[in-house]
């Protein structure tokens, strides 16, 4: 593989060694989106779009970082972790930082990273890059680590080095992925469990807006905050039980909710109803039936255009392209939403013909191109 060849080089050039290798993918999710910070489930899988790490421990103190893509370096210590103005290197260095507040590190590393996954196009690049530099130090210097906490050390890493408030889904997806299974992960208990996705005769594509609309971050804040108004209005009804939208039922939103606050109403729904259709779909799966699968993320979809109200024209073209297609068997917008990716389930034999007629229907409705990306359900993060 090209990018493999690259680093590989790269590293043997910039440090006179051979290198270990690391493969830490990007995601998708299935279906279950804006329920991952309700308490609630997702459905995510690990693909072969890659960050590729080529990594070394060192003698001393120091670390030296290279992005291959970027033709960027980063040059720092073990004993003076503090935020880059590179942000890329903010990622490497927020893991390093997180396991040193639980252990101490014996030497420095060595990194060339390069990838294959689209930028901007929501795929987790981020969690991917951040899973690998916790593997290559667990698997360098032996420190024992177990998978799980290394995806909860990547997320803090996140949420406090590098300022960003993700939710759990992309680093345990990637990192706990396995080939050919989807994985249904509980929000609340980090219970997890695998499911098939049979995916003989069918590929993953992912249609690419190429928009992302301003209002993706406040909205997004926006959407947390209803769904927590609506879970107040409950619980001061039915009492302390009532923790998060994972508590609620419909009938409780019918009863309370929906006359007196018709809004919040909407946005509760979506999420209540979302967390039923995945553990449906799961369901599904494990009855190989992923006709029925593709009617739910159709149905997720208009939930999310509808009464989430986070999709965007693009977007809703897009799922309405592939809708119209008799080779789709299921699309939906993916993601935070306002723009980025849908995630489609196509029949291979019909692969070809619906990416011609994406390509040529998104351009005649908008005036922008799609990117399309096709993917497989890949192994999580591991040493090559």
Not at 36 to 43: P, R, S, T
């Amino acid at each position: 593989m090209q990018v493999l060849e690259t680093i590989t080089s790269a590293f043997r050039g910039t440090f006179g060694e051979t290198p270990t290798l690391i493969q830490s993918p990007g995601r998708v999710n299935l279906i279950g989106e804006h329920t991952d910070y309700n308490e609630g489930f997702v459905l995510p899988a690990a693909i072969d779009k890659a960050i590729y790490l080529a990594v070394g421990p060192r003698n001393d103190q120091k670390l030296h970082f290279v992005s291959a893509d970027l033709n960027s370096t980063y040059q720092g210590s073990l004993t003076d972790i503090r935020r880059s103005g590179k942000g890329w290197a903010n990622y490497l260095l927020g893991v390093i930082d997180q396991i040193q507040k639980e252990m101490s590190l014996p030497g420095g590393l060595n990194v060339v990273f390069g990838g294959t996954i689209p930028i901007g196009s929501g795929l987790s690049s981020s969690a991917a890059l951040e899973n690998g530099v916790a593997v290559a130090l667990n698997h360098l210097y032996k420190l024992g680590m177990e998978r799980v906490p290394m995806a909860l050390l990547s997320q803090r890493a996140e949420n406090q080095f590098v300022g960003v408030q993700c939710g759990i889904m992309d680093q345990f997806a990637s990192m706990m992925g396995q080939e050919g299974q989807v994985i249904k992960l509980d929000c609340r208990s980090l219970e997890y469990a695998y499911a098939p996705l049979a995916m003989d005769g069918f590929r993953i594509v992912l249609c690419d807006s190429r928009v992302k609309h301003s209002l993706a971050s406040t909205e997004y804040n926006t959407r947390r905050e209803e769904c927590e108004a609506g879970v107040a209005i409950v619980r001061a009804s039915v009492g302390d039980q009532v923790r998060s939208l994972r508590d609620v039922t419909m009938d409780m939103l019918n009863r309370y909710v929906r006359d007196q606050e018709p809004l919040l109403y909407k946005r509760c729904a979506y999420v209540v109803l979302e967390n039923q259709r995945l553990l449906n779909g799961v369901a599904d799966l494990e009855a190989g039936n992923i006709e029925a699968f593709g009617q739910r993320m159709y149905e997720s979809h208009e939930g999310l255009s509808k009464w989430y109200e986070v999709s965007c024209p693009e977007l809703d073209i897009l799922e309405d392209i592939a809708r119209a297609h008799p080779g789709v068997l299921g699309a939906r917008m993916m993601g935070g939403g306002f723009g980025g990716c849908t995630i489609n389930l196509v029949r291979e034999d019909a692969l070809a013909d619906f990416e011609a007629v994406v390509q040529r229907e998104y351009l005649e409705r908008t005036g922008q191109e799609t990117l399309l990306h096709e993917c497989r359900i890949e192994a999580g993060t591991h040493v090559v």
